[in-house]
């Protein structure tokens, strides 16, 4: 089995930082695409930032240049440090990760148990 387990969110008030870590633990041979994705009160879930084992990057509009994903292959842990958070990145944030637990595998998806991040205007 695979787990994944957030920490770092938190209150913070607008203009302010919050970095959360994302650790992937279990059965893992490799986890490919990992990413954070958020889900405000009524609405949808949505992609915030994802990054291949490679290290390419990919982020929703509305966070470029304010959000950075990045993360440790040797840790199977993702990161997202977020600057200038404003009151609409209110939301709960899900850690979301491709792992193929052994060669050969195909990577299914996991996710973790989300971290409440809230910003106060």
Same mark, same amino acid.
């Given at each position: 089995q695979v787990q994944l387990v957030?920490?770092?969110?938190?209150?913070?008030?607008?203009?302010? !930082?919050? =970095?959360?870590?994302?650790?992937? !633990?279990g059965s893992i041979f490799s986890a490919t695409v990992m990413g954070w994705y958020r889900q405000a009160p009524g609405k949808q879930r949505e992609l915030v930032a994802d990054i291949t /084992?490679?290290?390419?990057?990919?982020? =929703?509009? !509305?966070? %470029?240049? =304010?959000? /950075?994903?990045? =993360?440790?292959? /040797? %840790?199977? /842990?993702?990161?997202?440090?977020?600057?200038s958070l404003k009151p609409e990145d209110t939301a709960v944030y899900y850690c979301s990760a491709y792992v193929k637990q052994y060669y050969g595998d195909s990577a299914m998806n996991y996710w973790g148990q989300g971290t409440q991040v809230t910003v106060s205007s």
């Open positions: 957030e920490s770092g969110g938190g209150l913070v008030q607008a203009g302010g !930082s919050l =970095r959360l870590s994302c650790a992937a !633990s /084992t490679g290290g390419s990057t990919n982020y =929703r509009a !509305s966070v %470029k240049g =304010r959000f /950075t994903v990045s =993360r440790d292959n /040797t %840790k199977n /842990t993702v990161y997202l440090q977020m600057n």
